[in-house]
Nanobody, 115 residues
Framework: QVQLVESGGGLVQAGGSLRLSCAAS????????MGWARQVPGKQRESVAN???????DYADSVKGRFSISRDNAKRTVYLQMNSLKPEDTAVYYC?????????WGQGTQVTVSS
């Protein structure tokens, strides 16, 4: 069974930093674009950042210049470095990936930024 497992969420003060990790595990024969999205209660899930196998990235306007996505293909892991965090970044962050030709989600990790 393949899965995406996130880690690294938590509580941080405004202006602080957090690093999220997401590892793909199981019987994997294809792992392509990976990314992060976030969701707050009552709102739609929104894409935060994505990265291709070759390292091309894209970001939501709200996080440009503050967040950085990277990946380690050998470890099948994607990272999200979040700096200069704001209270409005508070959300459940979900990893996603095209894994074995299917788009999959992780279980989510809570990020809370206090003012």
């Amino acid at each position: 069974q393949v899965q995406l497992v996130e880690s690294g969420g938590g509580l941080v003060q405004a202006g602080g930093s957090l690093r999220l990790s997401c590892a793909a595990s199981g019987s994997i024969f294809s792992l392509n674009r990976m990314g992060w999205a976030r969701q707050v209660p009552g709102k739609q899930r929104e894409s935060v950042a994505n990265i291709t196998t070759g390292g091309s990235t894209d970001y939501a306007d709200s996080v440009k210049g503050r967040f950085s996505i990277s990946r380690d293909n050998a470890k099948r892991t994607v990272y999200l470095q979040m700096n200069s965090l704001k209270p409005e970044d508070t959300a459940v962050y979900y990893c996603n990936a095209y894994l074995n030709y299917r788009f999959r989600w992780g279980q989510g990790t809570q990020v809370t930024v206090s003012s």
